[in-house]
C-alpha cells in the first residue's frame, strides 16, 4: 500500500514537470506571436500617422489654393470699384481692410495647422475652416457692392 502511494506520488511529479515544460514551449511560442502583434500594430499606427498627414498636406493646399484666389478676386473687385469713381474706391479700401484682418487670421489659422502634429491636426483645421468660411462670406459681402 505504501509503495502505490510512493508510485502515485511520483507520478503526479511526473506529470507536473512535464506539463510545466509544455507550458515553457507554450510560452516561447506564444512570444514570437506577440512580437509579430506588436509589428503589426506599429505598422498600423505608422499608416495611420502617414494618412492623417497626407491628409493635412491636402487640406493645406486646398485652403491656399482657396487663399490665393480670394485675393486675386479682391484685386479684380478693385478695380470694378476704380471704373466705377472715386467714391467706391474709398469704400472699396474700408471693406478691404477688414477684409485683409480676416486674411491674417485665417493664415494664423492655417500656420497652427501647419505646426499640428498629425495627430492632432483635425482640431486645428475646423478652426482653419471656420475662419476661411467667414472671409469667404465677407468677400462675397464686398462683391455684392461691384456687381
Known amino acids: ?12 511529479l511526473s506529470l507536473i514537470a512535464v506539463g510545466c515544460g ?3 514551449d507554450t510560452e516561447q511560442a506564444a512570444a514570437p506571436d506577440s512580437d509579430r502583434i506588436k509589428e503589426e500594430a506599429a505598422d ?3 499608416a495611420a500617422q502617414d494618412l492623417a498627414e497626407a491628409k493635412k ?3 493645406m493646399d486646398t485652403m491656399q489654393s482657396s487663399v490665393d484666389r480670394l485675393q486675386g478676386e479682391m484685386e479684380d473687385l478693385r478695380a ?13 479700401e474700408k471693406m478691404k481692410a477688414e477684409f485683409d484682418k480676416q486674411m491674417a487670421h ?6 497652427e495647422v501647419k505646426g499640428s502634429g498629425s495627430d492632432a491636426w483635425q482640431d486645428t483645421k475646423d478652426a482653419a ?4 468660411d467667414e472671409l469667404e462670406d465677407a468677400y462675397d459681402e464686398i462683391a455684392q457692392h461691384y456687381d
Open 1 to 12: 500500500m505504501r509503495w502505490k502511494r510512493w508510485w502515485l506520488t511520483g507520478m503526479a
Open 22 to 24: 509544455k507550458k515553457d
Open 44 to 46: 498600423v499606427m505608422e
Open 57 to 59: 498636406e491636402e487640406f
Open 80 to 92: 470694378k470699384a476704380e471704373a466705377k469713381g472715386d467714391q467706391a474706391v474709398i469704400e472699396y
Open 106 to 111: 485665417v493664415k494664423e489659422k492655417l500656420n
Open 129 to 132: 475652416q471656420g475662419a476661411y
